[in-house]
């Protein structure tokens, strides 16, 4: 019996070492900035006591923001926003954090004489164009004293005028929503990129940034949805970060069925040998597949070309080993060698090639006898199954199709495993369409090693 050899690497060490999991799986949408929107807004026609009180506040503002001490506060918050992005470990990325928000703080007390005019000029403000004008104001104010609850005041103002024309509305309510994430309002910002998507913001701005706002509030499940939303309605044009960070949310939470959606859409859209890598290694790390499931599985990372470490050839070779393929083993075995990942003088790779080769002529011999008792009429089907298991494994997949489906005739047979099986070997003869048609069959808990032979047989189909 080949003695198992033990990893401790995970499919979260693949992802890590993609650059997929936590911490770089953010999605790489664009946040909007805050800015000042007086170049937007409409035509309005403020009191006639609301304008002198206005006008001082803005000219005060103004100059407040070419001030030496305001522009050198300024700047040093600046700096330590670039240290922040720079920041790779998390005690650095703290420090860097503690700098920033100490920086931006002392922004503020610098404007107390800005700040006072503009509340005044909120005080002043009596009809909804005095409101529109004072929260543009307020809105600067937080800006250049870098006052995210003062520039959400700002925006919040302006959107409850009403003065906000259809085109502009979304872009006001993304930038509230983003004001709100900064601020770790999760709840408030779901409101705002909900809204902005009702307004008519594309997915790629509101939808994904409300499932960064579910996720990012321990709410996986409800975030993974409104990804999948966003990656449905995006289609094909569906950046391939967004797939890579649902696999690694839905990883890092345990949802196998959500890592399996999010994996199929990342081969179909984005059939790289990478990213079958990922695909296979969290479905079955999430699953814990064995015996035929486990080998459906890396028979898949064979076709795609996709193993990337020793791990993936080991535990390949010992599932067929267990089931008695040594044909196949010792394939894979010269495969791994060849690709650099096993070595010929690991005493787990001779022990097992040993092992193959002394039973790889007996277990040949006997496929005529194998093939002559599946076809007897009193077989049943589990003989069958373990005659087309065997043909498959020797490349046989013609003679393992037809073993395959005299299988599911007969009672007793494990529908679905054969399935899955009749579908690799379909595929295995370039029989895209049936191999799909067998696959979709697959229902039960073997279903996201279906999908995923499925997403390989319609790319395939499509050429890729």
């Known amino acids: 019996m080949l003695r198992a050899k033990f990893f401790a690497r995970t499919a979260l060490g693949v992802a890590l070492a993609m650059g997929v999991a936590a911490g770089t799986a953010s999605p790489v949408w664009a946040k909007d900035k805050p800015k000042d929107a007086s170049k937007e807004a409409p035509k309005l026609s403020p009191s006639k006591a609301f304008i002198p009180v206005y006008v001082a506040a803005k000219s005060a503002l103004e100059a407040a923001g070419k001030r030496p001490d305001v522009m050198a506060a300024r700047q040093a918050a600046a700096d330590a926003q670039t240290a922040l992005k720079a920041a790779q470990s998390k005690s650095a990325k703290a420090a860097a954090q503690a700098r920033y928000d100490a920086a931006a703080k002392a922004v503020g007390p610098l404007l107390l004489a800005e700040k006072a005019a503009v509340d005044k000029t909120v005080a002043t403000a009596t009809n909804v164009d005095d409101k529109f004008l004072a929260g543009q104001l307020l809105l600067s104010l937080g800006t250049t004293a870098l006052d995210l609850s003062l520039q959400r005041q700002g925006v919040q103002m302006q959107l409850d005028t009403g003065k906000i024309g259809a085109a502009d509305k979304p872009k006001y309510l993304m ?59 995006t289609g094909a044009a569906a950046p391939e970060g967004w797939m890579r960070y649902g696999i690694a949310t839905a990883y890092r939470a345990k949802l196998p069925g959500d890592a399996a959606i999010f994996g199929n859409e990342l081969v179909s859209f984005y059939p790289t040998k990478e990213n079958w890598a990922l695909a296979i290694a ?62 010929t003088n690991d005493q787990f790779v001779m022990d097992a090639r040993k092992e193959a080769t002394t039973r790889v002529a007996s277990d040949r011999n006997s496929l005529p006898g194998q093939e002559r008792e599946a076809r007897a009429s009193a077989a049943t089907a589990a003989t069958i199954t373990a005659a087309a298991d065997t ?74």
Do not use: C
């Open 391 to 464: 043909f498959l494994s020797y490349d046989q997949p013609a003679k393992a199709e037809e073993l395959y489906k005299l299988a599911l005739a007969k009672p007793g047979v494990e529908t679905a495993r054969v399935n899955l099986q009749l579908g690799i070997a379909q595929s295995d003869q370039g029989k895209y369409a049936d191999a799909q048609a067998s696959l979709a069959k697959v229902t039960d808990a073997r279903a996201p090693i279906a999908q995923l032979w499925s997403s390989y047989a319609k790319a395939k189909a499509a050429g890729k």
């Open 282 to 343: 969290v479905v079955r790390d999430l699953n814990g597949f064995q015996g035929h499931d486990q080998i459906a599985l890396l028979r898949l990372m064979q076709r795609t070309g996709s193993f990337s470490e020793e791990r993936d050839y080991v535990e390949y070779i010992q599932a067929l080993s267990k089931r008695g393929l040594p044909g196949e083993a010792l394939k894979i075995i010269d495969q791994g060698v060849a690709a650099g990942l096993i070595k």
């Open 175 to 233: 930038v509230l929503g983003n004001l709100a994430m900064e601020m770790k309002d999760y709840a408030a910002a779901r409101t705002s990129f909900k809204a902005a998507s009702d307004a008519g913001a594309g997915p790629g701005e509101a939808l994904i940034n409300l499932a960064d706002a579910y996720i990012k509030d321990n709410q996986t499940p409800a975030g993974l949805k409104v990804l999948q939303d966003a990656v449905v309605k």
